[in-house]
Nanobody, 122 residues
């Protein structure tokens, strides 16, 4: 069974930085898109940044220029460097990956991490 394990969340003052990392555990054959989503209290989960297997990133407009997503295909990891953090970035951040666990798999299946809390104080 594959699990996505996030790390790097915490409490930071506005203007500060944090780096989130996501490391899958278990048997993985291949990974397509990987990304980060977040959910603030009372709000729906929203995508923050995604990156294809070829390395093309996409960002939520409000984080463009402040956040950078990257992945290491050899290690199957994805990271999110968050700079110039704002109080409105406060949320639980979730790692997401579309992956196959076997060469016999016919399609990529979506997996989620447990989430890591990011709190930005004003």
């Amino acid at each position: 069974q594959v699990q996505l394990v996030e790390s790097g969340g915490g409490l930071v003052q506005a203007g500060g930085s944090l780096r989130l990392s996501c490391v899958p555990s278990g048997s993985i054959f291949s990974i397509d898109v990987m990304g980060w989503y977040r959910q603030a209290p009372g709000k729906q989960r929203e995508y923050v940044a995604v990156i294809s297997s070829g390395g093309s990133p996409k960002y939520l407009d409000s984080v463009k220029g402040r956040f950078t997503i990257s992945r290491d295909n050899a290690k199957n990891t994805v990271s999110l460097q968050m700079n110039s953090l704002k109080p409105e970035d406060t949320a639980v951040y979730y790692c997401n990956a579309m992956l196959k666990v076997s060469p016999l798999s016919t399609r990529f299946l979506e997996h989620w991490g447990q989430g890591t809390q990011v709190t930005v104080s004003s």
